[in-house]
């Protein structure tokens, strides 16, 4: 006994495409303050992976496109004067929660700068 195939498995599902301007509108909607991106794709009858995709490439492009080279002169370093560094002499000593940091003797002052900085970061 032969089966009839079903016809409605049979019917190929088109893939639906969009244009850029559409893509770039939806994307623009996702990066306004306090958008939400499920929203705005069940809005639009979007999968909401879909429009993070298309938010991840728009940022991605952002960041490709920012990242030009620039031109750059060097200069003979030789006929410059040197500067010492600033030290400081003494004790250092930063308190935090798991533990004390102290540095002892001579501190190079653009170390102590970006000690600080990482642990404030």
């Known amino acids: 006994m032969k089966t009839q195939p079903d ?20 994307v623009a909607q996702c990066l306004q303050p306090n958008a939400s991106v499920s929203a705005i ?7 909401t992976n879909q429009v993070f995709k298309w938010r991840c490439m728009a940022l ?40 004390t940091i102290r540095l002892a003797g001579p501190v190079d002052i653009a170390i102590l700068n970006a000690l600080m900085a990482s642990l404030t970061a």
């Open 7 to 26: 016809p409605v498995s049979e019917r190929r599902i088109q893939r639906r495409r969009f244009s850029e301007a559409f893509k770039r509108d939806i």
């Open 41 to 47: 794709a069940l809005a639009n009858g979007l999968n």
């Open 60 to 99: 991605d492009g952002e960041h490709a496109s920012s990242s030009t080279m620039l031109p750059v002169t060097v200069e003979d370093i030789s006929s410059m004067p040197v500067v010492p560094a600033l030290r400081h002499e003494g004790v250092v000593e930063i308190r935090l929660e798991r533990g």
